[in-house]
């Protein structure tokens, strides 16, 4: 045998078996794969978005917009002051008639000759006739003698509203104005709007003699009437 062509093959053959280990598997060889290509398809029954058109700006004259409704100033309106005028020509005057067409068609009058004694409540009828009837009514108790007061309306009333509705006598809208007293004055009708017309009194007596009407008022058809007389004066 040639032993120069069985060398290189013996030591080939050693080199190959200590670079390639017999129990250990090839390395694995990588697959290739592709990468998918993903394909957006939309369903038969999607709708585009439509772009958005711009909407006009609105524009308006001043006579489209409403003015706003003011509340209603009672005080503000001359006939409250026209009633109180007329009330003092027919107190003074004493003339029924006169009276009874100031009258509330709907309430008639609540008349109070002490603020806190019975109300004596004349319909338009039967005011006509409040200066000249004797009929006896009960006002209630004297807080300065605690009897019942009783008497006409021309007996007990008349002459304490000629004494306070004058054209000298303070009227003030919306309050009570009353002089020194001896109670806290309260207006029994909170739904009527009302005046007070006030007689300060006399120096002869100190200011004590002071007298006030409240005159609660009631709106009829866009009209003015007199709906309630509560008297204020010194109390011991």
């Known amino acids: 045998m040639n032993l ?15 670079t390639i280990p017999v129990d250990e598997p090839p390395p694995p060889t990588p697959l290739i794969t592709a990468t998918p290509q993903l394909a ?14 711009q909407s006009p700006t609105p524009t308006f004259t001043l006579s ?9 100033d009672f005080c503000a309106d001359i006939g409250g002051y026209h009633l109180i005028e007329s009330l003092i020509q027919a107190f003074t005057s004493k003339n029924g008639a006169l009276f009874a067409s100031l009258i509330s068609p709907t309430h008639g009058v609540d008349v109070r000759y002490y603020r806190d004694g019975k109300v004596i409540n ?5 005011a006509k006739f409040v200066f000249e009837t004797t ?6 108790l004297s807080f ?14 008349l002459p304490t509203l000629q004494q ?5 006598s303070l009227v003030v809208c919306g309050q009570l104005q009353i002089g020194g007293a001896t109670y806290f004055p309260e207006w029994p009708y909170p739904d009527l709007d009302f005046y007070s017309v006030y007689f300060p009194g006399t120096e002869e007596f100190g200011k004590m003699d002071w007298q006030t009407w409240s005159v609660g008022m ?6 003015t009437y007199l709906a309630a007389l509560v008297h204020y004066v010194w109390e011991p």
């Not at 489209?64 to 209603?72: G, H, L, S, W």
């Not at 009631?218 to 009209?223: M, Y």
């Open 164 to 168: 306070v509705f004058t054209p000298a």
């Open 144 to 157: 300065g003698s605690g009897e019942p007061t009783i008497g006409s309306f021309q007996e007990i009333v």
């Open 218 to 223: 009631d709106h009829v058809a866009g009209e």
């Open 122 to 126: 004349y319909d338009v009828e039967h």
């Open 135 to 140: 009929f006896e009514a009960d006002w209630g």
């Open 64 to 72: 489209d917009v409403e003015a706003p409704t003011q509340p209603y």
């Open 4 to 18: 120069k062509k069985i060398m290189p093959a013996l030591f080939l053959l050693i080199l190959t078996a200590c």
């Open 40 to 53: 957006l398809t939309l369903p038969a029954t999607f709708t585009p978005i439509p772009t958005l058109a």
